[in-house]
């Protein structure tokens, strides 16, 4: 009976001790500075904090016991971005790991347009098993300086739709490597290699259009230049194979890690690399990258031993759809590619391009980006 007492004492003040951590607890977060929300692993809502609540102007009852879906009908969240947020929910359920998302931009109800960076985390019960996601996004106001509201909304519109199901097919291919045999999964790693490349591409374009209306670009967090370069070429490598052309790539040891737009440089590299591929035939190609006279200053370079240009041509190629007809695949693309390279190369970063080619004697192409390690 004394026993029963005082257990019955303990369990009293645990419960009340515990009832004012989780009201402390739940204190804290609707003040922090961020929306925070949590969801099972049916997509059900399960928590959230006052913020995004505030911010997307619903009620705590018209979130909480809910599949994320349903919030197309109560907010101004759109059908094809709530299938990226649970098609990103999905990815940390399955893997386990903590993932960071830039958020594509989000229309809210008090007419700002936010884009949100968002760190998911998966929620583990105390057998070890994933019951659902926490995340927490940091919203960032699309001001004057960003201008995202300039970008035409069919492109904002597009890049919603091929996102989405560009996911899916990421992690229907995931799902595959994951459960099969060594064998399936080697045959399946370089396309889904290149699926996630494609995302990136997509990703980047999106980037570069924002950069385009606000007529700004974004310095980046210091990053590596080589395993861009590599999962570059391995995106290309069926059309390397195709075409019967080797591949070097020379990026010097010690190269000092780069502060440029990421986005431009992928846009650059997979623009040169299709070039270059294209106008080639059992050949070789030799990318290189380097500091220039300057430390801060990178020198990238891309020498083929293709088809070449006429030194006539060496100012043309870099004007919209120009295209001279030549190499093993002389129907493809639209003559954008080095346009593009001279739009963010010379007009963006103030940078130098340089030609050597003859017809029939292989094209080099030298690209000086100033201030790239800065």
């Known amino acids: 009976m004394l026993i029963d007492t005082i257990e019955n004492n303990v369990v009293s003040l645990f419960n009340e001790k515990f009832s004012l951590d989780q009201a402390l607890l739940g204190a804290a977060i ?18 959230g904090n006052q913020r995004l609540f505030d911010c997307f102007q619903i009620h705590r009852d018209d979130y909480i016991g809910h599949k994320l879906d349903r919030l197309a009908e109560i907010t101004t969240l759109t059908h094809e971005q709530l299938k990226l947020i649970m098609s990103q929910d999905r990815k940390v ?19 700002l347009t936010c884009r949100f960076r968002t760190t998911r985390a998966p929620l583990w019960n105390s057998r070890g098993e994933i019951i659902g996601v926490v995340g927490i996004s940091q919203p960032r106001a699309v001001d004057e300086t960003d201008r995202l509201g300039e970008m035409p909304l069919p492109a904002i519109s597009f890049y919603h739709q091929v996102k989405t199901p560009i996911e899916g097919l990421i992690t229907d291919l995931e799902n595959i490597v994951d459960t099969s045999s060594p064998l399936v999964t080697q045959k399946l790693a370089p396309l889904l290699a290149k699926a996630r ?57 010690l190269l000092p890690q780069l502060t440029v737009s990421k986005a431009v440089i992928n ?26 006279d300057s430390r801060e200053d990178l020198v990238l ?5 293709g088809i070449g240009v006429h030194p006539e041509h060496h100012e043309k190629i870099f004007e919209y759809s120009f295209q001279e ?13 080095l346009y593009q390279v001279k739009k963010h190369i010379v007009d963006g970063f103030g940078g130098e391009i340089l030609i050597e080619s003859e017809l029939n004697k292989g094209f080099t192409i030298v690209l000086l980006i100033p201030n790239a390690f800065k």
């Open 30 to 47: 609707d003040q922090f500075p961020a929306n925070i929300y949590w969801v099972d692993t049916n997509h059900i809502a399960r928590g």
């Open 93 to 111: 359920i399955e893997t386990g790991q903590v993932l960071v998302f830039n958020d594509a931009p989000i229309l809210l109800p008090d007419g």
């Open 197 to 253: 490349y494609l995302r990136e591409v997509v990703d980047d374009e999106f980037e570069l259009g924002r950069h385009a209306a606000s007529k700004k670009l974004d310095r980046a967090q210091p990053y590596s230049l080589e395993p861009i370069i590599l999962n570059v070429s391995v995106a290309y490598s069926k059309l390397s194979e195709k075409n019967d052309v080797s591949l070097s790539i020379d990026v010097k040891k």
């Open 267 to 292: 846009n650059v590299l997979g623009n040169l690399f299709s070039n270059a591929l294209k106008y080639t035939k059992n050949g070789h190609l030799l990318v290189t990258a380097k500091q220039g």
């Open 301 to 305: 370079s891309f020498s083929d031993t």
């Open 325 to 337: 007809g030549r190499g093993p695949n002389v129907n493809s693309g639209m003559g954008f590619g």
